[in-house]
């Protein structure tokens, strides 16, 4: 199975699964590898990839209040998996 076979065998998410699911539980089911980066100053908010294997990644910064990261981690992975589509 390649990468485009299993990305297209993850299920599509609801909107409001999306925006009521614990952000833990949501990144649980979508099995994402979360990577903390302790930057301060640079503007930085926050990016999300997926890799050439399929798995998500999420990059954060870890100085921001919960919950704007929370938001943001959000906002982020809905972006790139609607961009997987």
């Known amino acids: 199975m390649n990468s485009t076979d299993r990305t297209s065998e993850q299920p599509s998410r609801a909107s409001g699964h999306f925006c ?5 539980q949501l990144i ?10 302790d930057l301060q100053g640079t ?14 990644i999420l990059a954060m910064p870890t100085r921001q209040p919960a919950h ?5 981690a959000r906002q982020l992975l809905q ?6 589509h």
């Open 28 to 37: 649980s089911e979508l099995n994402v590898k979360v990577v903390e980066l």
């Open 79 to 84: 972006s790139v998996l609607q961009g997987r």
């Open 68 to 72: 704007i990261q929370n938001s943001l």
């Open 20 to 24: 009521e699911t614990p952000l833990p």
């Open 43 to 56: 503007g930085f908010c926050g990016f999300a990839a997926v890799r050439q294997d399929g798995q998500l």
